[in-house]
Nanobody
Framework: QVQLVESGGGLVQPGGSLRLSCAASGFMFRTYAMTWYRQTPGKERERVAVITSAGGTNYADSVKGRFIISRDNDKNMVYLQMNSLKPEDTAVYYC????????WGQGTQVTVSS
């Protein structure tokens, strides 16, 4: 079955960096676009970054120039390098793929605070 497992979240000070990872299994990973979303309590889930099967990328304006999405098709992994983190980046970050339906990971908490 399809599984997405995020890791790498944690507590970081403003201006710091974190790298999130998402391990994917159960589908032909290299042929699908992968997306990172984030969500804070009381708000809708926000799309952060997407990477296509060909490696093309797109970012939310709020993270452009600070975050980098990448993928390793040999390892079935997608990453989110987050730099210059701000308190407003605090959220639960989710890995997502659209196959026949929508699939989500369990999420990983990122907290940016001094």
């Amino acid at each position: 079955q399809v599984q997405l497992v995020e890791s790498g979240g944690g507590l970081v000070q403003p201006g710091g960096s974190l790298r999130l990872s998402c391990a994917a299994s159960g589908f032909m990973f290299r042929t699908y676009a992968m997306t990172w979303y984030r969500q804070t309590p009381g708000k809708e889930r926000e799309r952060v970054a997407v990477i296509t099967s060909a490696g093309g990328t797109n970012y939310a304006d709020s993270v452009k120039g600070r975050f980098i999405i990448s993928r390793d098709n040999d390892k079935n992994m997608v990453y989110l390098q987050m730099n210059s983190l701000k308190p407003e980046d605090t959220a639960v970050y989710y890995c997502h793929v659209i196959l026949v339906g929508n699939y989500w990971g369990q999420g990983t908490q990122v907290t940016v605070s001094s």
